[in-house]
């Protein structure tokens, strides 16, 4: 399997059927020769935005799948992951890139990917391909 990031992006274009990008995300979630990884914060992140009452039901649906999927692997949350996310996020007042961007972008530089199923131009300015784009 080939191995790409999950960004948040990705996983509510998958759960918005009337998000533009909603075909493409779905196409890549049935491609069986990609790996989809993933990491603790994308999921908090994506919890966040489905807190509103009625919407948890779906996040726990999402979730269920993210746990049984060969196909998703979730990095998990650590104190050193943390760290040197917080250290490229400081060294880059430049960015306006969120911290839980920065732990996605340290994921990628230490698992070697250079794609990311997102639209989101941060990936890009970090030297990521953004797939949703």
Known sequence: MKPVFADTFFFFAILNRADPLHQRAAAFSRNTRLLRITTDWVITEIADGLS????????MDLYRHIQLSPAIRVVP?????????????ASRPDKD??????????????????QALTGDHHFEQA???ALLK
Not at 77 to 89: G, M, P, T, V
Not at 97 to 105: G, H, M, V
Request: aromatic residues 12%; hydrophobic residues 45%; contains cysteine.
């Open 127 to 129: 030297g990521f391909t």
């Open 97 to 114: 890139w969120p911290l839980t961007d920065c732990i996605s972008f340290v994921v990628m530089r230490d698992e070697g990917l250079t």
């Open 77 to 89: 949350a650590s104190r050193a992951l943390l760290e040197d996310a917080i250290a490229l996020y």
């Open 52 to 59: 509103r009452i009625g919407d948890r039901e779906r996040f």
